[in-house]
């Protein structure tokens, strides 16, 4: 019964560590499995940035390009007032290096000319209204009306001002959009990314994916249809989405996550500074949710599969642990238990031995010290010692024993007057039977 209750405690101890440490060890994996994630998704979230400041400044170098040169082109008509028509196909070299499709001017009526010798009525356009009343401006894309096929293009505009100083008509660069889409947008996030480039009224002007951000939709509007909910009125959205909001994180920021078309997206916005220095235009650069998910869920397989083989080498070596404690237990409890001489249990042999001799007193001891290493390990060396001294003391006053081991001296095995014969194993076996000193009958 006793045995019982301990194999129990034994069992329950067990169970109670294994269970403290697999709930310590999950939760450790946990922590650092929510640190892991959030530091990737914030480094993710500064790789976003840093692609977004860049397609920012690929913008402004090249609005600044085509800025220096519109201002030189408009210095050399107003240098020369009455040949500027004539003097147009002297530009058609610089158009085709710098990548424009035309150059031209308009006079104060609005006809326009450009260097492959078109001409065309363009004063209902936003850029001559604004160039007119000394604006420098870029125009949202249009459709380009000196061309058949009406591709998609953006116009630079500046005044063309006379001696006096009044403005005589406006100089203006024509580039189609999709080439200054080439230059500044690059494939980033392995094709996930998704930039856009949009005026100060919203109005977008660049778009990689036509699918989500069409050219000349409004943006404002997009994310008040998507997003209007969680906003008092359209202006507080385009405010906290320009220029950061509070923390709430139902609500867009300078930084965050959009939900657009019932997916979401990480986005970070990027002021471009054009032409006199204000902010006229912002990119938009974004990366959907899921991408990240599944880039991190890459780096979470890997975590779980250590983790997986770092708890099997656990249960493996607890198991090692136990087979090689079982084996020294098992050893141990031979070396006490197992007699050398009959090969059955000690107590239980001697009984049967001794059963068949009722009227004689006495015992024998016999221990197999060969292993006794075991036993060492077990309980340890001082414990050991203690055991052995505790198993020799056995004699009392006057008694006698025959011993086999040639250890001898006064009060080794109990009393000073206890008397101990040296002999064979052979001899005390027959000993203990005959219940008096004597060896085997040899007849003759």
Request: with cysteine; proline share 2%; hydrophobic share 40%.
């Amino acid at each position: 019964m006793n045995k019982n209750i301990l194999r129990k405690r034994r069992i329950f101890l067990y169970a109670l560590v294994f269970f403290v440490f697999s709930i310590s060890f999950f939760l450790a994996v946990g922590r650092c499995a929510y640190l892991i994630r959030k530091n990737f998704f914030e480094t993710l979230g500064n790789n976003l940035g840093d692609v977004s400041r860049q397609n920012a400044e690929a913008l402004t170098d090249q609005i600044k390009v085509r800025y220096q040169l519109l201002n030189s082109i408009t210095k050399r008509f107003e240098m020369e007032p009455n040949s500027r028509k004539d003097n147009l196909y002297l530009f058609e070299p610089v158009a085709e290096a710098f990548g424009l499709k035309r150059i031209g001017f308009c006079d104060s009526n609005g006809i326009c000319y450009a260097t492959q010798g078109e001409e065309q009525n363009l004063s209902y356009r936003e850029f001559f209204k604004r160039s007119m009343n000394g604006e420098i401006y870029i125009s949202d894309v249009l459709k380009d009306a000196m061309d058949s096929n009406h591709t998609a293009v953006t116009v630079m505009s500046m005044p063309i001002h006379g001696e006096n100083g009044q403005i005589e008509g406006v100089c203006g660069i024509t580039y189609e959009t999709e080439n200054l889409i080439k230059d500044i947008i690059i494939e980033t996030f392995e094709g996930a990314g998704i930039t856009c480039v949009f005026n100060e009224k919203g109005n977008i002007n660049i778009s990689s994916h036509e699918n989500l951000f069409e050219v000349n939709d409004n943006i404002y509007d997009i994310l008040w249809g998507e997003m209007g909910k969680n906003y008092d009125n359209r202006n507080q959205l385009i405010d906290e989405l320009i220029e950061g909001g509070d923390e709430d994180n139902n609500k867009v920021h300078g930084e965050g996550i959009l939900s657009i078309k019932e997916d979401r997206y990480f986005y970070h916005i990027e002021p471009v500074y054009v032409l006199d220095g204000n902010t006229q235009w912002h990119i938009l650069s974004m990366v959907p949710y899921s991408y990240f998910e599944q880039r991190f869920a890459r780096t979470r397989n890997n975590l779980m599969g250590m983790v997986l083989v770092i708890m099997l080498f656990i249960i493996v070596t607890f198991f090692i642990f136990q087979l090689i404690n079982f084996r020294q237990w098992k050893q141990t409890n031979k070396s006490a238990y197992t007699s050398p001489l009959t090969g059955g249990a000690n107590s239980v042999r001697m009984k049967m031995i001794l059963g068949r001799y009722p009227y004689t007193e006495g015992f024998m001891v016999a221990m197999n010290i060969e292993n006794w290493r075991h036993t060492s390990l077990a309980l340890g060396t001082i414990k050991t010692e203690a055991l052995l001294k505790d198993i020799w003391k056995i004699l009392a006053e006057n008694e006698r024993c025959v011993s086999t081991t040639n250890r001898n001296f006064v009060g080794r095995m109990g009393h000073i007057t206890s008397e101990i014969y040296l002999a064979s194993p052979a001899v005390a076996a027959m000993t203990a039977i005959k219940g008096y000193l004597g060896g085997w009958e040899v007849e003759a």
